[in-house]
């Protein structure tokens, strides 16, 4: 690899990880865990991440792309879960010092209390902001990953109908 940016897709120890910041000059780059679900900022060196890390399948930068052009076909309610989230984590992620370990809880619990919002809802915000492309369409609420494409079988779910006169009403034995 010649240079180490933003987005950048890289593959450490075997784990798929994305470049949240990289400063040559500090010799400092923060990259993030892309499948764990508890991942944090994780602090390499520069010039030792740029030795050893190799690029990651190009699939990961097109998961990228499509994450940015996912908002043109978001639904109302996925947009909106999108402001609610960004309008929280904006503040934070503006602070560079939400990216070191020591200090990061102390700004999420003091700005979940100004907030009046819980600690762990901005931890998983701001993770969700990292790890799919750190822009506001990585905060879009994935409705399209609920429910199931295919039916459960041949047996209908839930309770029967109490209707009279719909096809499925339960017909008993004296009826």
């Known amino acids: ?10 593959l450490v120890n075997g784990k798929l990880h994305v470049i949240i910041t990289a400063n040559s000059d500090d010799d400092i780059v923060y990259t993030i865990d892309v499948k764990a679900g508890s991942a944090l900022p994780q602090k390499h060196s520069y010039l030792i991440l740029l ?14 792309l499509v994450l940015q052009t996912t908002s043109r076909f978001a639904s109302d309610a996925s947009k909106a879960l999108r402001d609610r989230a960004w309008k929280r984590i904006k503040p934070l992620v503006d602070d560079p010092l939400i990216l070191d370990s020591g200090s990061r809880w102390r700004l999420i619990e003091h700005h979940g209390v100004s907030l009046k919002c819980a600690p762990t809802t901005l931890l998983r915000d701001l993770r969700r902001y990292w790890q799919n492309g750190q822009n506001e369409d990585a905060l879009l609420g994935r409705y399209d990953r609920c429910g199931t494409t295919e039916r459960c079988g ?4 839930g ?16 009826d």
């Open 51 to 64: 030795e050893h890390a190799t690029p990651a399948p190009t699939e990961g930068n097109a998961r990228q």
């Open 159 to 174: 309770r029967r109908t109490t209707k009279p006169g719909h096809k499925k009403f339960a017909q008993g034995p004296n």
């Open 1 to 10: 690899m010649k240079n180490l940016h933003r987005g950048d897709h890289v």
């Open 154 to 157: 041949g047996t209908p779910r």
